[in-house]
């Protein structure tokens, strides 16, 4: 049988990028591997995603081109092998938000505008047909908390997570049941990268999209600030929140609503998943993470709209404690 490794090396023979020089790039929380191409003072990426693993490069290849067909700055697909699960990308460099904000912080509010502002045009075209991130998902999702984070650290609890989907449901359809965009699911500074010397909204680089969805247009607002890794400061998030709804003529107010209901979800769907990476894959450092996701989903429990469902998460969920995070780590790579 032929081993991953020569795949690989008769996928890059056959394109413009043979004899380059490989050397690995950091990955994700994917089964994907990266690895950076050098020849003649050019760079481009190789994605290795191997479909035995449950990697799919096509949708990532779609919503790129989809993408970079509204004048946005996702890679550039250079040459592509779906049956195995290899691409060669653009190289859009290593300036990725994260990186440029504690180098240089004077431009913290110039990259969030930008990165807003991507949202605005892509909002303004129409989606591509994609599966929708309904109120069901949602629940769904939001209910991770409990099948990861509960069950890994002080044991399952069926009932309060019946009571949550029952309460939490209403709410997602009241206040965030459109699906008229493309939503990317995981827009943060880790995600994002500078690229100064291009024009606009080209200047932020896209990365991590081939989870898209059709959703709510705040959904991507609430991903890029209220980020998992780092603080952005309360008063960047709030100007940020308007400029996007004077952006967009919108109510501020249904928007507001619809932002906290959705960060409450996307906090409760992290916060198991994080747990899950710990306890299913192996990866127990996104376990450190937990703390900061939950002082976000409490801060948006806070909303009136949310009132229903505020006790019911946190009477069932407990508190990122040391010893909470310690049981997780100590079944790391074991199924609760």
Known sequence: MTGRADLIDAFIAGTDWAGAYRRPLAGDASNRRYERLHRDGETAVLMDAPPEKGEDIRPFTRIARFLTGLGLSAPRIIAEDAEHGFLILEDLGDDLFARVIPRDPDLETPLYEAATDVLTLLHRADPPDLDPYSP???????????????????????A????????????????????????????????????PDRVGEARVGLLDFQDAMTGHRAYDLVSLLQDARRDVPPAIEAAMIDRYVDHNGIDPDMFKTAYAVLGAQRNLRIVGVFARLCIRDGKAHYVDLIPRVWDLMKRDLDHPALAPVRPLVLDALPEPTPEILQELRLKCARKP
């Open 136 to 158: 069901q998902v949602m629940t769904d999702m939001a209910a991770l908390a409990w099948q990861w984070y509960r069950a890994g650290s002080i044991g399952s609890d069926e």
């Open 160 to 195: 309060s997570e019946r009571a949550f989907r029952d309460a939490f449901g209403p709410i997602l359809e009241t206040h965030a049941s459109d699906q008229s965009v493309l939503i990317q699911r995981d827009y943060h500074a880790e995600n994002l990268l500078w690229l």
